[in-house]
């Protein structure tokens, strides 16, 4: 009867390439980001990302603009916050959504959304909270 040992343990490191486009004065390459970084930014693009913006995949993105234009009301965060929970739920496997969290926010001339995200990368134990303020863009 065979015996089942431990498999070796091993840590995932997650890498992406950090979207400001900043660059090493160095080496004179794009820095990237790791770890919990590089899953909390890919979280914000596929916010922001609407559909048929990626390449060869239209189905991708979360298509909150139109959304933006609506008549700000409590109709209007429950779509947002559905969209975002369905984008996160399909195409970010790293994550487990917990809350979203969507108010309107008017500022003077200057109206839009507070969104809060809540949520837990799959091997890290504590839960992570970002921020994002969307806004239409004439």
């Known amino acids: 009867m065979p015996?089942?040992?431990?498999?070796?343990?091993?840590?995932?490191i997650y890498s992406d390439i950090d979207m400001s486009?900043?660059?090493?004065?160095?080496?004179?390459?794009?820095?990237?980001?790791?770890?919990?970084?590089?899953?909390?930014?890919s979280v914000v693009?596929?916010?922001?990302?609407?559909h048929y913006e990626y390449p060869f995949h239209p189905e991708k993105g979360a298509g909150i603009r139109q959304l933006l234009f609506e008549l700000p009301s409590?109709?209007?965060?429950?779509?947002?916050?559905?969209e975002i929970r369905t984008v996160l739920d399909n195409f970010e496997p790293r994550v487990q959504t917990l809350d979203v969290v969507v108010e309107v926010s008017q500022t003077g001339t200057i109206?839009?959304?507070?969104?809060?995200?809540?949520?837990?990368?799959?091997?890290?134990?504590?839960?992570?909270?970002?921020?994002?303020?969307?806004?239409?863009?004439?």
């Open 3 to 12: 015996t089942s040992m431990p498999l070796p343990t091993s840590t995932i």
């Open 21 to 41: 486009m900043n660059v090493n004065p160095i080496t004179g390459d794009v820095l990237k980001k790791t770890g919990v970084n590089a899953i909390v930014q």
């Open 45 to 50: 693009n596929l916010i922001q990302l609407g």
């Open 74 to 82: 409590p109709v209007t965060c429950q779509l947002i916050s559905k």
């Open 111 to 138: 109206s839009g959304y507070n969104v809060t995200v809540s949520f837990q990368i799959v091997s890290v134990p504590q839960p992570i909270t970002i921020s994002v303020f969307l806004e239409r863009i004439r």
